[in-house]
């Protein structure tokens, strides 16, 4: 086609349809299957490749992307992978003594 499909909801957006000769071959249809708003464009690329819609030089499915963050109670540094949840990672907690647990108490 040469112009938009006539009321397609915006709530699909985005949306690629895939053709060869002339037959649809594949739709995408937001971007949900392929990492949602933190999709890249790799994940794209892997996504159209498994669909052989496009050949890539990717060998594997790319890892999530890491992000670093700084825990505002304690000032550390910690690396996670986008859509894991606090408490995914295998840091061990910080271990409070009784001082520490005594000078939270008297508002230090």
Same mark, same amino acid.
């Given at each position: 086609?040469?112009? /938009?499909?006539?009321?397609?909801?915006?709530?699909? =957006? /985005?949306?690629?349809?895939?053709?060869?000769?002339?037959?649809? %071959?594949? %739709?995408?249809?937001? =971007?949900?299957?392929?990492?949602? +708003?933190?999709?890249? /464009?790799?994940?794209? &690329?892997?996504?159209?490749? @498994? =669909?052989?819609?496009?050949? @890539?030089?990717?060998? @594997?499915? /790319?890892?999530?992307?890491?992000?670093?963050? %700084?825990?505002?109670?304690?000032?550390?540094?910690?690396?996670? +992978?986008?859509? &894991? =949840?606090?408490?995914?990672?295998?840091?061990? &907690?910080?271990?409070?003594?009784?001082?520490?647990?005594? &000078?939270?108490?008297?508002?230090?």
């Amino acid at each position: 086609g040469v112009g /938009p499909v006539e009321n397609f909801p915006d709530k699909n =957006l /985005p949306a690629l349809f895939m053709y060869h000769e002339g037959s649809m %071959q594949h %739709q995408l249809v937001t =971007l949900n299957s392929v990492g949602g +708003r933190a999709m890249r /464009p790799v994940d794209l &690329e892997w996504h159209l490749s @498994t =669909l052989h819609v496009l050949s @890539t030089h990717l060998e @594997t499915k /790319p890892p999530p992307p890491t992000f670093k963050l %700084q825990n505002a109670n304690t000032g550390r540094r910690v690396e996670r +992978r986008s859509g &894991e =949840l606090a408490g995914d990672d295998d840091a061990e &907690e910080p271990e409070y003594g009784d001082d520490d647990l005594e &000078e939270y108490a008297n508002g230090a």
